[in-house]
Nanobody, 121 residues
């Protein structure tokens, strides 16, 4: 059974930083691309970033480019999202998702339950 468990969310002030983690199990983690997607309260989903199965390439949404960094540790079956210079509009529930293929722009087929990030002064 595929399981994706996000952690690391919380309350942070504007300009602050957080690192999210996603612990994966139930599949061959090193074979699949992974992504982060977020949902603002009462709003739709927004793709945030993706990373190749081997970590060799990433893609980020324009809204987070230059502030967020996506990485993975295949030995630990863990995906990360380093978020710096956080803005109020980054407030959302962040989900990690398993890609169907190896490249970061792959469609996704499994999702975690999410972790809430609140940016507020």
């Amino acid at each position: 059974e595929v399981q994706l468990v996000e952690s690391g969310g919380g309350l942070v002030q504007p300009g602050g930083s957080l690192r999210l983690s996603c612990a994966a199990s139930g599949f061959a983690f090193s074979v699949n691309a992974m992504s982060w997607v977020r949902q603002i309260p009462g709003g739709g989903l927004e793709w945030v970033s993706g990373i190749n199965s081997d970590g060799s390439d990433t893609g980020h949404a324009d809204s987070v480019k230059g502030r967020f960094t996506t990485s993975r540790d295949n030995a630990k079956n863990t995906l990360y999202l380093q978020m710096n210079s956080l803005k109020i509009e980054d407030t959302a529930t962040y989900y990690c998702a398993k890609g169907i293929f190896r490249f970061w722009y792959s469609a996704m087929d499994y999702w975690g339950k999410g972790t809430l990030v609140t940016v507020s002064s």
